[in-house]
């Protein structure tokens, strides 16, 4: 049973999260065979591959200055860590999906076997719905990141709603299935957030160890901000979308075998 918790303390969770029952990533949870077509306004899209020059996502604006677990106060309703007995991590990536750095993440967690959370902005997967499809049909959970990015603690309810409502919907269009995790912009939540998110059948999800890799700070200093702060049941977070992302990349790249020889396993989180 999972419990929200941050280091410096336990919290107890509103909603409920199980790993997988048989240990192999992304054994539970997972997504119908049948298939839907994409919405509407998103079935007839560039290949990205064709795109990515082009394509240019904004960068989510006061990102540097709100990010990071102490953006916000801890909520008892949201997860930070999840109660685990086995030695696994959550890596999560946020704001995509990216033509060009999501492929990329993709291929590095599949080289090494490894599940994760995808929280997606709407506007982004309703422009590359087979994006969102390839996230899931690698076995990683996508989760809703609402659709344009906004701080949900400044808006009214009404907005709110629109915004995961909306991108729920879509990823159920394109997916077969809406849903089941939800992570704030900036980790801001409040309670009117919290109750319109556990209304639309999602469970809030922080992290406990920020990768910082939205400061490109180098990616030797993102390596060192995963590693040391690793400790089971940890959910990281990451970034494959939202502004330039090549240090994400590439550090992944060289702490994803560490991990993995240090004994953890990356998994997916799971409803």
Known sequence: MLQAALA???LSAG???????DGTPGAAGGRPDRRRPPPHDAARR????????????RPMAGETSRSGPGASPPHPDVAYTLGTDRREVFLTFDD?????YTPEILRILRRNGARATFFVIGENAGAFPELLQDIADDGHAVGNHTWTHPQLTQLPPGAVRSELGRTS???????????SLARAPYGAWDDPSLSICNELGMSPVGWAIDSRDWTTPGVGS???AVMEEMRPGAIVLSHDGGGERGQTVDALDRYLPRLMD??????????
Do not use: C, K, M, N
Not at 96 to 100: I, L, N, Y
């Open 8 to 10: 410096v303390g336990a």
């Open 15 to 21: 909603r409920f999260f199980f790993p997988p029952a």
């Open 46 to 57: 560039p290949d990205p591959a064709s795109t990515s020059e082009a394509y240019r996502l």
């Open 96 to 100: 995509g999906p990216h033509p060009h």
């Open 169 to 179: 919907r879509l990823i159920d269009d394109v997916l077969g299935t809406a849903p």
């Open 222 to 224: 993102i390596v060192d």
């Open 262 to 271: 240090d004994g953890y396993r990356p998994a997916r989180i799971e409803p």
